[in-house]
């Protein structure tokens, strides 16, 4: 017992000295860090902004938050810190001359008790732009006279007469004359300079502006170098240049982002003769390299109402080696499961249209209806100005579709028409411009010919950036449908409009806006509308919040009819930012719950916002 005792006693002394160190050595670092922060003083910058132009406090104040002199410690050499201050009163001389105060005076005083440096500051007067002048290769620019050259007018510019001589003009204008160059002429090298002259009798600025430039040239032939499977006829219709066209640096790096868009090149290189030919015609080469044509992906998605699901898809750019695309993908949720293919080939007859053949096999176990079906379409596109894209094409679609344990079947051909415009800035997360869509499809039943109706759809987005940095977006959609001839009890269930669930009307279950039958499941309708509104709110590079508004239904009638009252959802979603796009979580309550049909909240989760 004794033995122990002393085991247990030397132990606890070992461990009260640890402790003991641990305390003195801390309380010494602790006076150590408080005796360095009361010697590193800091110089302060001071100035007196009673002499100062009102419209130069702000850019003071920016130089003054940036000076190097007030970041030293006390206790430097004086010649350092004096060297420092001469920095701070250089840069603060090319901000004042920026803006047109050329004959500024900086005087420099230092109060040792006070520490700090009292800068003084004398403006002067601004000066101003006296006429530009343009210089042709060493020659004076006479705007009646044919010199070879088409320049802008002089008044165009901004650093004219009498304006006051900010730098940010010059460059400007120079920036300026060198985009009309480009866009009007066609030379091989050229080079814009610009030379100003100071005057401080007059306070004026002259500013001159020099171009040197050979002569006019066209393209020559266009060839390509390390091709492997992709076919140079496909390339070619890529191409904004052509042979003979005016050779312009611009239309190049156009050409270079159109093959880009192809997404089957890796790397353009543009080579370029050292000089044009003799009769000024310069052959283009665009040596390349080529990306993997194939892509598979794969993605998953959740939400209360149904459930998990996955999709997972391959796809081949390049088919037939003239950029034909075949895509294929598998889509498994617990009530619907679907494969589908699709095939476009571009430049089809003509160089803006393409040419697309579509195949699924689907089945559909819902609340509305089970069906089970394979359809196969066919149809062309034309792109247009202002981004908009029209089609027409044919579709065949038959489907075994049992509603309220009665099952029918039904070949319904139909011929599609639609149009289309995207102005959004981007496919998964926009923060400006719009979308509209707008689909007609006359519809026959061949088995029942008596069914025979026209199905027309309208869509449309809208993105408002609330800032300027684009972290607050304003978003609105809106959608109306509607069904003319048969009645909506002999359209096929498929084709009836539904609303509800996490792309329609968020709060309530699939399908479940709208006309239900006496067990409370949907029948859907022969016309919808939903409207929806999001503040998307970017609080931070990662993570943003998004509060929303959805409204909407479906309606028996192909009229609207404004007795039938829409129904809202509204809630919160997450998002979570991510390289390829923005990852949503969506949390919505029905706001018009109706007993023993809504759930008191739905869950949603997927890639990309909601619209």
């Known amino acids: 017992m004794r033995i122990k005792f002393l085991a247990k006693k030397k132990i606890n002394y070992i461990f009260l000295i640890i402790f003991s160190i641990f305390i003195c050595s801390s309380q010494l670092f602790a006076t150590e860090d408080v005796g360095s922060k009361i010697k590193k003083k800091f110089y302060n910058i001071k100035v007196d902004y009673s002499t100062i132009p009102k419209e130069l406090e702000n850019i003071i104040e920016t130089w003054k938050n940036k000076s190097i002199a007030q970041d030293i410690p006390l206790g430097?050499?004086?010649?350092?810190f004096d060297y420092l201050l001469?920095?701070?009163?250089?840069?603060?001389?090319?901000?004042?001359?920026?803006?047109?105060?050329?004959?500024?005076?900086?005087?420099?005083?230092?109060?040792?008790?006070?520490?700090?440096?009292?800068f003084n500051i004398d403006a002067g007067k601004i000066y101003r732009f006296t006429t530009p002048i343009i210089i042709v290769n060493s020659l004076p620019y006479i705007a009646d006279k044919d010199s070879g050259v088409n320049l802008p007018n002089i008044k165009s510019l901004k650093a004219t007469e009498n304006v006051a001589a900010k730098v940010s003009?010059?460059?400007?204008?120079?920036?300026?004359?060198?985009?009309?160059?480009?866009?009007?002429?066609?030379?091989?090298?050229?080079?814009?300079?610009?030379?100003?002259?100071?005057?401080?009798?007059?306070?004026?600025?002259?500013?001159?502006?020099?171009?040197?430039?050979?002569?006019?040239?066209?393209?020559?032939?266009?060839?390509?170098?390390n091709l492997s499977s992709i076919d140079q006829s496909y390339l070619m219709n890529l191409l904004t240049i052509k042979k003979g066209e005016c050779f312009k640096r611009s239309s190049i790096n156009k050409t270079r982002s159109s093959l880009k868009k192809s997404n089957l090149l890796d790397k353009i290189l543009v080579i370029l003769p050292e000089i044009p030919s003799a009769d000024g015609v310069v052959p283009i080469v665009f040596s390349l390299s080529e990306n993997a044509h194939h892509t598979i992906k794969a993605g998953s998605n959740f939400s209360t109402d149904l459930g998990f699901g996955f999709n997972i898809g391959w796809e081949h750019r390049n088919f037939f080696s003239e950029g034909e695309k075949l895509s294929s993908n598998l889509s498994i949720t617990e009530i619907e499961k679907e494969l589908s293919a699709i095939f476009s080939k571009p430049f089809f007859r003509r160089k803006d249209q393409t040419l697309k053949i579509e195949g699924s096999i689907k089945r559909e176990d819902n609340d509305a209806y089970e069906s089970n079906g394979v359809s196969l379409s066919e149809s062309i596109e034309r792109k247009f100005k202002n981004n908009w894209l029209a089609g027409i094409g044919t579709k065949y679609n038959y489907e075994s579709i049992t509603e309220d344990?009665?099952?029918?079947?039904?070949?319904l051909v139909s011929m599609p028409l639609f149009a289309s415009q995207n102005k959004k800035d981007n496919p998964l997360d926009p923060k400006n411009g719009w979308t509209?869509?707008?689909?007609?499809?006359?519809?026959?039943?061949?088995?029942?010919?008596?069914?025979?109706?026209?199905?027309?759809?309208?869509?449309?987005?809208?993105?408002?950036?609330l800032t300027d940095s684009q972290r607050v977006t304003l978003a609105f959609k809106t959608a109306v449908g509607s069904i003319a001839g048969s009645p909506s009890e002999d359209i096929p269930a498929t084709e009836r409009f539904y609303a509800g669930g996490a792309t329609s009307v968020r709060g309530y279950g699939y399908q479940l806006v709208g006309p239900l039958n006496d067990d409370n499941d949907p029948i859907g309708g022969s016309s919808v509308m939903e409207l929806s509104t999001e503040i998307r709110m970017k609080i931070s590079d990662e993570y943003g919040i998004v509060p929303f508004v959805d409204c909407g239904t479906s309606f028996s009638s192909r009229y609207m009819d404004s007795g039938e009252k829409l129904l809202c959802g509204a809630g919160i979603g997450l998002r979570y930012y991510t390289s390829f796009g923005p990852l949503r979580i969506d949390y919505a309550v029905p706001l018009d719950k109706r007993p023993g049909i809504d759930d008191s909240f739905q869950l949603y989760f997927s890639i990309g916002q909601s619209f």
């Open 76 to 80: 430097v050499d004086d010649s350092y």
């Open 86 to 118: 001469d920095q701070d009163k250089s840069m603060l001389r090319i901000l004042l001359e920026s803006e047109g105060y050329y004959g500024s005076e900086i005087d420099i005083e230092i109060d040792i008790e006070k520490h700090q440096a009292d």
């Open 169 to 225: 003009l010059v460059v400007i204008d120079e920036e300026f004359i060198n985009n009309w160059i480009e866009k009007n002429n066609c030379f091989f090298h050229y080079h814009v300079n610009n030379k100003a002259i100071v005057n401080h009798i007059n306070h004026t600025v002259s500013v001159s502006y020099d171009i040197t430039h050979d002569k006019n040239v066209v393209f020559g032939d266009i060839s390509f170098l």
């Open 405 to 411: 344990k009665v099952e029918d079947n039904h070949f």
């Open 436 to 465: 509209l869509y707008l689909n007609t499809a006359p519809f026959i039943d061949v088995l029942d010919t008596n069914i025979i109706f026209l199905k027309n759809h309208v869509s449309g987005t809208y993105y408002l950036p």
